[in-house]
């Protein structure tokens, strides 16, 4: 049955965005728009949790240690957090309909070349063209939901665009277990072949297609930006390895923090920057953001560092390794309806406080996970893992809103986006470092990757615990202006 949307007869009953350079949708493309959007979503959250489980496959394939494949997966995410801020920009200047097509046609593209490839240098290059694809189709999509539904339709029609971003997650570890297990690991890149064509010709039919007056881009602003984040992340990728020396590394660090204060200065001076770093005044954005960087640095690894635990430590099959994996995602889609009364009634400064301590533990707790541990005891960790996770993002995606008015809520979620981006992308790099000093480059047993993985393991609950701290700046009041309509529909 095709999603269903009530059109309004007259929309000057409630209030819209801009007008669209073309004539407004028709209700049948009204009614599939959510569609269109959701498979974006469901595109672009799949992407980010299938790879995982065909980590050892592709390792193995491509000739290059495990631990190296952590700059196929930080590569991804670090492009979403380099192209995220001008994806609005891209939308108002060239069109909803174009900037939304050309983002389907650049992750399909990028999709297609990671199949092909031979070499990992090339398989995060291309990785990297899919990123900048998947940054422009999330914020692009829901901008389009925003300026086409009336805002009494837009809390049902961004409920069901949510759900794809839940399912992805759940079916990315299995599906690419069965992939790996039955077909190819090039089938994981493939499979968004056919979804990308189709949602092409989607767009071509269906998309409205918005503009809006732009200021002009900051251009100096997205070159330091862009290039001081990059190379901060090949820092933390490559230290620990010793392709370079020490000087060398220090050198590199030096220059993307150089650039990285470039940028901090250059943004005060100008009248349009691309990230509006004055937000960070507000305490409930700047606790919001800030601890979630922080605590998704140390959260952020445990895509990466599971699976070598459960497949290169424990020995189990991809598909086993899926499977394990999958209760955290099943933890969060369950959990979501409880979220805004824990919310409601402890405060977001409760909520925060405790949860990150508790996710902190359950790292801890992974750590213990050897050959003689049941399964059901992995499978119940998983799962209070994912319930724990879903609460933690929930509060901070929302708390984000608390305190910023309409006119800057395009771009605190521009900011809020990159750095949630930047610290995922940060977070493998990590987890590849801390691994990289208690596991040998080439090892020559299960038992050095399982206790490689469970010292990084124990080094990232420790972080993700002392990134508490930034959540103590927070009163107990704050937050509670928040809707519980943001509550129940933030990622």
């Known amino acids: 049955m095709l999603y269903s949307m009530p059109t309004s007869p007259d929309n000057s009953t409630d209030s819209r965005g801009p007008s669209p350079v073309d004539d407004a949708p028709s209700a049948s493309s009204k009614r599939l728009l959510p569609w269109l959007v959701a498979v974006a979503f469901f595109m672009e959250s799949l992407d980010t949790t299938i790879l995982n489980t065909a980590v050892p496959a592709i390792s193995e394939a491509l000739k290059v240690a495990p631990l190296s494949m952590k700059s196929v997966l930080a590569s991804y995410t670090l492009s979403l957090a380099v192209f995220i801020p001008i994806s609005g920009w891209m939308a108002d200047r060239f069109g909803t309909r174009r900037v939304f097509a050309s983002a389907i046609g650049l992750f399909t593209l990028g999709s297609f070349l990671c199949g092909i490839s031979s070499d990992i240098h090339l398989l995060v290059a291309c990785r990297v063209l899919q990123g900048c694809g998947g940054a422009m189709m999330v914020p692009v999509g829901r901008l389009t939901l925003v300026r086409t539904f009336l805002k009494s339709e837009l809390i049902r029609a961004m409920s069901f665009v949510a759900i794809p971003a839940l399912v992805g997650p759940m079916l990315g570890p299995i599906a690419g277990g069965l992939i790996v297990g039955y077909l190819h690991w090039r089938f994981i890149f493939f499979v968004n072949i056919p979804i990308g064509l189709i949602g092409l010709l989607m767009v071509y039919l269906h998309l409205p297609d918005y503009r809006e007056k732009t200021h002009p881009l900051d251009v100096v602003g997205l070159i330091l930006f862009g290039s001081g984040i990059a190379l901060l992340s090949y820092v933390l990728e490559i230290f ?29 001076e100008i009248e349009f920057p691309l990230l509006r770093l004055s937000l960070f005044r507000i305490r409930t954005f700047s606790a919001s953001v800030s601890g979630s960087f922080f605590t998704r640095l ?131 790099a990590v987890a590849g470092l801390a691994t990289a000093f208690f596991v040998p480059r080439v090892h020559s047993n299960p038992a050095e990757m399982i206790h490689g993985v469970h010292r990084a393991l124990l080094v990232l609950g420790g972080f993700t615990i002392l990134s508490t701290v930034i959540f103590h700046n927070l009163k107990s009041g704050d937050g509670q202006n928040v809707s519980q309509q943001k509550v129940v529909h933030a990622e």
Request: with cysteine; hydrophobic share 50%; charged share 5%.
């Open 298 to 428: 140390g959260i952020g690894g445990v895509p990466f560092l599971l699976p070598l635990l459960y497949q290169v430590g424990l020995g189990f099959t991809p598909i086993q390794s899926g499977l394990l994996i999958m209760p955290q995602a099943l933890a969060s889609m369950s959990t979501k309806f409880l979220l805004p009364k824990i919310l409601n009634r402890l405060g977001y400064r409760v909520v925060l406080v405790s949860n990150t301590i508790i996710l902190g533990l359950l790292l801890l707790l992974f750590a213990t996970i050897g050959l003689s541990t049941p399964v059901w005891v992995i499978v119940l960790q998983a799962f209070c893992y994912g319930a724990f996770t879903s609460l933690q993002y929930t509060s901070m995606n929302t708390l984000v809103y608390a305190d910023v008015t309409d006119e800057e809520t395009s771009s605190a979620s521009s900011i809020a986006s990159t750095m949630q981006q930047m610290s995922i992308s940060f977070g493998v």
């Open 240 to 268: 620990g390895e010793h392709t370079l020396s020490t000087a060398e590394i220090l050198g590199l660090l030096a220059v993307s923090l150089a650039l990285i204060g470039g940028y901090l200065l250059h943004a005060r």
